[in-house]
């Protein structure tokens, strides 16, 4: 069975065209203006302040589901902006604006895209507080209970996966739903190794080199992000939002920590982003970072700048504070030391 569902977008049309082609303009102004308002406000902002945040969320989500009139395409836009580029520049320039927006602001404060725009990242946080209570319970049942939890989703998304499943191009119309599944396989190894899951979390650098390599030889995949951003839907981009959705429920923004492919990519380029959280006091062990942050981005006061999406909550606590890390500054505290034994 194959099927697509159109979604309603208010602007069926380039708001800003450029000399009448279907590329606009507006997204790359909308999002150039939101980023650099974030960009500014985010060391400054006290913690009574991080509701902005939420609204900043929120608003972006609208923008990027029912508003803009057309799938943003940021991961593979850039491939299809390198074979277009000397023959029709404006397509290129189409394809190209939103991934060198989000990859500039990346390079100078981070992955404030993950933690301030992307809808699905907000969806994930917003889920992931079941998550956090989950965590909150004695280890053993915490664990006991996400494999429970966990069983039952996989259970459930293979179902549906078989239920609606295409006929005609295997590879192409599964990926997004096998994707999904691929999270919830490697969600079991998180678990086992919670809080400690920095090994886990290399995996979405498998998950990138493969959509890049399916980008640049042409497959054509749909993902978790085309049943959010996209004007029609297909069935296996449902069953991976599902997957992605549920997988949040055990784990705090599961989809974002271990398989996303576009996070995969920020976060690499998040180190050299001279904003960053620091930790400079010694850490007391009391493990209160750790429950705080939802990506898991902290461990023992140290701070793991790839995961890192600025969402500000940890800022004020334990030391932790904004700080620019100029050439001349100390190297900051980081993750990239020896990690603890993940626990058995
Ligand atoms: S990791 Fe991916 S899904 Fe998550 S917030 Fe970042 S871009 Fe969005
Ligand atoms: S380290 Fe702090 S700012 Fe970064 S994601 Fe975790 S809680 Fe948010």
New binding site residues.
């Given amino acids: 069975m194959s099927f697509t569902i159109p979604l309603f977008k208010i602007v069926q049309r380039p708001l800003l065209p450029i000399a009448g082609s279907w590329v606009d303009t507006a997204p790359f102004l909308i999002f150039f203006i939101l980023f650099a308002l974030i960009s500014y406000l985010i060391p400054r902002l006290p913690r009574r302040m991080l509701w902005v945040r939420r609204v900043s969320q929120v608003l972006a989500s609208f923008i990027f589901i029912i508003f803009l009139h057309r799938c943003l395409c940021v991961m593979r836009g850039w491939v299809f902006a390198l074979k277009t580029v000397g023959r029709n520049d404006i397509i290129a320039f189409g394809y190209l604006c939103m991934f060198a927006l989000i990859v500039a602001f990346t390079l100078t404060v981070?992955?404030v895209f993950c933690?301030w725009l992307c809808p699905l990242g907000f969806f994930n946080e917003v889920i992931g507080t079941v998550a956090a209570r989950r965590a909150k319970l004695p280890p053993d049942v915490a664990k006991r209970s996400g494999r429970l939890m966990l069983s039952g989703i996989c259970l459930l998304v293979v179902w549906l996966a078989f239920l609606v499943r295409p006929s005609t191009q295997f590879l192409s119309e599964n990926a997004a739903a096998i994707w999904g599944l691929a999270l919830l396989v490697l969600l079991f190894a998180a678990l086992r190794r919670e809080p400690n899951d920095l090994s886990v979390k290399r995996a979405k650098y498998v998950s990138l080199a493969l959509w890049m390599f399916l980008s640049v030889v042409g497959v054509f995949v749909t993902s978790p992000w085309c049943t959010l951003f996209g004007d029609e839907v297909d069935y296996s981009s449902i069953v991976a939002l599902f997957a992605v959705l549920s997988g949040g429920l055990v784990l705090s923004m599961a989809w974002c920590r271990y398989v996303c492919p576009m996070g995969a990519a920020l976060g690499w380029l998040a180190q050299f982003a001279p904003l960053r959280?620091t930790n400079r006091t010694a850490c007391s062990q009391c493990g209160k970072?750790t429950s705080?942050?939802?990506?898991?981005?902290?461990d023992d006061g140290r701070?793991?700048q790839s995961?890192?999406?600025?969402?500000?909550?940890?800022?004020g606590t334990c030391g932790?504070e904004w700080e620019r890390v100029t050439p001349e500054s100390d190297d900051p505290p980081s993750i990239t030391s020896t990690p603890r034994e993940p626990a058995v």
Wanted: glycine letters at 16%; a positive charge.
């Fill in positions: 981070g992955r933690g959280i970072c705080m942050c939802p990506m898991g981005a902290l701070v793991d995961s890192c999406i600025y969402c500000g909550k940890c800022v932790f």
